[in-house]
């Protein structure tokens, strides 16, 4: 077993920056980002027979070999298994839809659709990857299968048990100059190009690792602990934790392959303890490329098919990671992000909280007031705990990831941290 080995992260780190920019050779792209969105996260029963005896490594060197790591191409079992605390929606979400509308007329195989039924439990996932063009991911269940295949700038998705399926095409040239404008103005680029499905959602242990790295700094301790065997192959455990308190996360375990360096399995657990957040790996894994048939589809006879229109395009295209899973935003607020327009953020790193300024100063809404129906009003208070304070009163709002402050006059403290930490910010502030 390979002993205990620590560094932490600082200012002149160079693993997580060399990280980000071997990311984008790894990340799954966009078609198949969509439709695992919710889930965080690619989830193993791990087949161990026993820690494997590996050379020593330090936290050091074991970043710069997930940087390094170059594998585009690879076949799999995962499973899925995510425990954000949050109550069952059940049919709520056309409660909390504009209009009431939800997901009316809509294809059962639009991604879209079918991204919050892996925000929770646990799921078994066929995966393939052949390059930053070609992936496929299949939600397999008893008696059915929905899978989701990109290939070039063709995005299509099947479910077997409807059959029904969704058909998308890519503007490549929109993508690639979204790439070359940054984040935030490639997003404004898909938004205008009409791109199907949305971009930067992580999706592999790899890309979940990365989206934590980013975050490494001062305030976090990063530890080699000893070896895992993931899917029949060596392992070393890398293990990540806030040094600060507060924060809602405990530690997060990365079981970095041997070999060459691709994150295996990612497990996220509570600073309150219990079961992880997130339980996320491979089964079973092959690294050799994937037959060239794993990345073709053709709709079968008498199949409805939906074509993506340019408003559901835009719709999509405008939805990110943190509009899907509860704490993906405020994971990276603690990479170092900015507040824009209404928003403050308040600390650093993981105890990072963000202030937001409703518009026009007004309150949560309620059923009195005839804003929120009956059904979206007992969702808020299962989740809601009243609080008091200095600054007022207000309500919190809580996950197992995120948790939120919602003021009566119209603030909004945000942030993965503590229900006490959200009310201490309120309490600065005031």
């Known amino acids: 077993m390979a002993p205990n080995d620590s560094a932490e992260t600082n200012g002149g780190t160079r693993g997580p920056a060399a990280g980000r920019r071997k990311a984008a050779r790894y990340i799954v792209p966009v078609a198949v980002a969509g439709v695992a969105a919710a889930t965080i996260g690619l989830v193993p029963a791990l087949a161990s027979s026993g820690d494997p005896d590996l050379p020593k490594i330090s936290a050091q060197k074991l970043i710069e070999k997930i940087a390094a790591s170059d594998t585009e191409q690879l076949s799999g079992t995962v499973k899925i298994s995510t425990d954000l605390g949050i109550p069952s929606l059940g049919g709520l979400a056309e409660s909390f839809a504009p209009g009431g509308a939800g997901g009316k007329g809509g294809s059962s195989a639009d991604p879209q659709e079918r991204m919050t039924e892996l925000a929770s439990g646990t799921h078994t996932l066929r995966v393939a990857a052949d390059g930053p063009d070609k992936q496929r991911v299949s939600i397999l269940d008893d008696t059915s299968e929905y899978s989701l295949i990109h290939n070039g700038d063709q995005v299509w998705a099947y479910d077997s048990k409807s059959d029904q399926a969704y058909h998308a095409t890519e503007d490549r040239a929109g993508k690639e100059a979204g790439r070359d404008a940054g984040k935030e103005a490639g997003r404004d680029a898909g938004k205008k190009s009409g791109h199907p499905v949305p971009e930067g959602v992580p999706t592999t242990p790899k890309a979940l690792a990365e989206q934590v790295l980013k975050a490494a700094g001062p305030t976090t301790s990063v530890t080699v602990d000893g070896t895992a065997q993931v899917a029949g192959r060596d392992a070393y455990k890398l293990v990540v934790k806030p040094k600060q308190s507060g924060s809602t996360i405990g530690s997060v375990t990365i079981a970095v392959d041997a070999a060459n360096g691709v994150p295996l399995k990612f497990t996220m657990l509570p600073s309150s303890g219990g079961k992880a957040i997130v339980d996320a790996g491979f089964t079973k894994v092959d690294f050799s490329k994937p037959d060239a048939s794993s990345f073709t589809f053709t709709p079968p006879k008498g199949t409805e098919v939906t074509e993506a229109d340019d408003a559901k395009a835009e719709h999509k295209a405008g939805k990110g990671l943190g509009d899907l899973i509860p704490g993906a935003d405020a994971a990276q607020l603690g990479a170092g992000g900015k507040g824009a327009g209404n928003t403050k953020i308040i600390g650093e790193g993981w105890s990072t909280i963000a202030e937001i300024t409703t518009p026009g100063g007004t309150g949560i809404p309620s059923k009195a007031s005839g804003d929120v129906p009956a059904e979206a009003q007992q969702f808020l208070d299962a989740l ?47």
């Open 384 to 430: 809601g705990d009243k609080v008091t304070g200095k600054f007022g009163s207000g309500t919190v709002f809580k996950t197992r990831v995120v948790n939120a402050l919602m003021t009566d006059d119209g603030k909004v403290y945000v942030g993965a941290v503590t229900k006490d930490a959200l009310v201490k910010a309120a309490n600065s502030a005031s």
